[in-house]
């Protein structure tokens, strides 16, 4: 996980450095550092860098507030002043732009060697890096290979992520409204930066998120699952101000585990709420596996055949005579279903008239030959209906 401007400042307080403005900023993510002399090189910042400057190429006594102004605008998390013979003093101008944007604005002594401070922040960043890739991989032989506990298990109690901890993973996939496609690789990282940085800013200590075929698997330690699905919905309502408005989202989480051993487990189950959400179009939600109710023991049975023929046997005649004639009474069906027979709210929901309704209803008892008003017969074709949608 990325570190933050807090952590960079912690890591050199030793060396005279001192935060004078945006103090509420220091948990800004910080992905690396980059030397900005004039506002001409400001515009290859890439976003979320420290940004340090000596003022060597300023001209003018105001330079240095359009340099701040245009530094903070090009997305940088922070920025490092060399007070000396180019940068005599800091106005207060520069103070209150920094305190109102929440920038961290810091001032170094001129005797204090920029390429130190520049040379810690690097190696934390790098450090860092190299966490999050040892665990990208640890996550992927847990996933892939739980059986081979070597691969994975030191790996996380390295990183203090305890074997014995519960896990819940959740995936997040993007794709396209129309075609269903994944977001290309451009938008994927500008998604997991967002992903990432929403966790950080809730601190939320024992998280992680890694791409896995062009999706979002986010790992979870010592978090129950209504806590994760509440964070799941901030990281949803992040990415929603970030996407286009033809892309769809779907927010599935998996089983809470009781030990690390089982994070493949409830990856499986995360992957089973993503394909069911997706037959029923139940798009932009977050879903829990644990709130699925009977969609749970449906997606358990291994006999796909059997559920098959179930579905044959109970709601597959109406959907072909839908098919034949351009009728909707599957949609008919599942309704009156949904709102346990009533007449009235189908008509309401669907804005037909109540003989239509009714007059439906007696089609669909002729089609599949029996009688609506009998609550087993109402169980066996609603769950006739929930088979198909995960077969």
Same mark, same amino acid.
């Given at each position: 996980?990325?570190?933050k401007?807090r952590?960079?400042y912690?890591?050199v307080?030793?060396?005279d450095?001192?935060?004078?403005?945006?103090k509420?900023?220091l948990?800004n993510?910080?992905?690396?550092?980059h030397?900005v002399?004039?506002?001409e090189?400001?515009?290859?910042?890439?976003?979320q860098?420290?940004?340090? =400057?000596?003022?060597i190429?300023l001209?003018k006594k105001?330079?240095?507030?359009?340099?701040?102004? @245009? *530094?903070?605008?090009n997305?940088?998390?922070?920025?490092?002043?060399?007070t000396?013979p180019y940068i005599a003093?800091?106005?207060?101008e520069?103070?209150? $732009?920094?305190d109102e944007?929440?920038f961290?604005?810091f001032?170094v002594?001129?005797h204090?060697?920029f390429?130190e401070?520049?040379r810690e922040?690097c190696?934390k960043?790098?450090?860092?890096d190299?966490?999050?890739?040892?665990?990208?991989?640890a996550?992927?032989?847990?996933i892939?290979?739980e059986?081979?506990e070597?691969?994975?298990?030191?790996?996380?109690e390295m990183?203090?992520?305890?074997a014995d901890w519960?896990?819940?993973l959740?995936?997040i996939?993007?794709?396209?409204?129309?075609t269903?496609?994944?977001?290309?690789k451009?938008?994927? =990282?500008?998604?997991?930066?967002?992903i990432?940085? *929403?966790?950080?800013?809730h601190? $939320?200590?024992?998280?992680f998120?890694?791409e896995l075929?062009?999706?979002?698997?986010? +790992?979870?330690a010592k @978090?129950d699952?209504?806590t994760? #699905?509440?964070?799941?919905?901030?990281?949803?309502?992040?990415?929603?101000n970030?996407?286009?408005?033809?892309?769809?989202?779907c927010f599935?989480?998996?089983?809470?585990?009781? !030990?690390?051993?089982?994070v493949?487990?409830?990856?499986?189950k995360a992957?089973?709420v993503?394909? +069911?959400?997706k037959r029923?179009?139940?798009?932009?939600?977050?879903?829990?596996?644990k709130?699925?109710g009977?969609?749970?023991? &449906?997606?358990?049975?291994e006999?796909t055949?059997a559920?098959k023929? @179930?579905s044959?046997e109970?709601i597959?005649?109406?959907?072909?005579y839908?098919?034949?004639n351009s009728?909707?009474y599957v949609?008919i069906?599942?309704?009156?279903?949904?709102? !346990?027979?009533s007449v009235?709210?189908?008509?309401?929901?669907?804005?037909?008239?109540?003989?239509t309704?009714n007059y #439906?209803i007696?089609?669909?008892?002729?089609?599949?030959s029996?009688?609506?008003?009998?609550?087993?017969t109402r &169980?066996i074709?609603?769950?006739g209906?929930?088979?198909?949608?995960?077969?």
């Amino acid at each position: 996980m990325a570190v933050k401007v807090r952590d960079l400042y912690e890591s050199v307080k030793k060396q005279d450095i001192e935060l004078i403005a945006g103090k509420n900023g220091l948990d800004n993510v910080v992905r690396w550092v980059h030397m900005v002399e004039n506002i001409e090189t400001s515009v290859f910042l890439e976003g979320q860098e420290i940004a340090f =400057t000596t003022g060597i190429g300023l001209r003018k006594k105001d330079d240095l507030f359009e340099l701040v102004k @245009y *530094t903070y605008e090009n997305h940088a998390s922070g920025m490092v002043i060399s007070t000396g013979p180019y940068i005599a003093e800091i106005s207060d101008e520069i103070i209150e $732009f920094c305190d109102e944007k929440n920038f961290p604005f810091f001032i170094v002594p001129w005797h204090v060697y920029f390429a130190e401070i520049m040379r810690e922040f690097c190696y934390k960043i790098t450090v860092s890096d190299k966490i999050d890739m040892e665990l990208t991989n640890a996550i992927k032989n847990a996933i892939f290979f739980e059986k081979e506990e070597d691969l994975y298990v030191p790996q996380f109690e390295m990183h203090k992520l305890k074997a014995d901890w519960s896990y819940c993973l959740a995936i997040i996939e993007i794709s396209e409204r129309d075609t269903g496609k994944i977001i290309d690789k451009e938008k994927q =990282t500008k998604a997991l930066r967002n992903i990432e940085n *929403t966790l950080i800013s809730h601190s $939320f200590r024992y998280s992680f998120v890694l791409e896995l075929d062009g999706r979002f698997v986010l +790992l979870f330690a010592k @978090y129950d699952e209504d806590t994760i #699905k509440e964070m799941v919905e901030s990281i949803k309502e992040n990415l929603e101000n970030l996407l286009e408005h033809d892309e769809k989202m779907c927010f599935c989480i998996g089983k809470s585990t009781r !030990n690390i051993k089982c994070v493949a487990k409830s990856y499986r189950k995360a992957l089973d709420v993503l394909r +069911l959400q997706k037959r029923r179009g139940k798009y932009d939600e977050v879903t829990i596996y644990k709130d699925l109710g009977l969609y749970k023991l &449906l997606l358990s049975m291994e006999d796909t055949n059997a559920m098959k023929e @179930y579905s044959q046997e109970t709601i597959e005649p109406l959907i072909n005579y839908d098919y034949l004639n351009s009728t909707d009474y599957v949609l008919i069906l599942e309704t009156y279903l949904s709102l !346990n027979g009533s007449v009235k709210d189908v008509a309401a929901k669907l804005s037909v008239h109540r003989n239509t309704i009714n007059y #439906k209803i007696k089609k669909i008892e002729e089609i599949l030959s029996c009688d609506l008003s009998d609550l087993d017969t109402r &169980l066996i074709l609603r769950v006739g209906l929930m088979i198909k949608k995960i077969t």
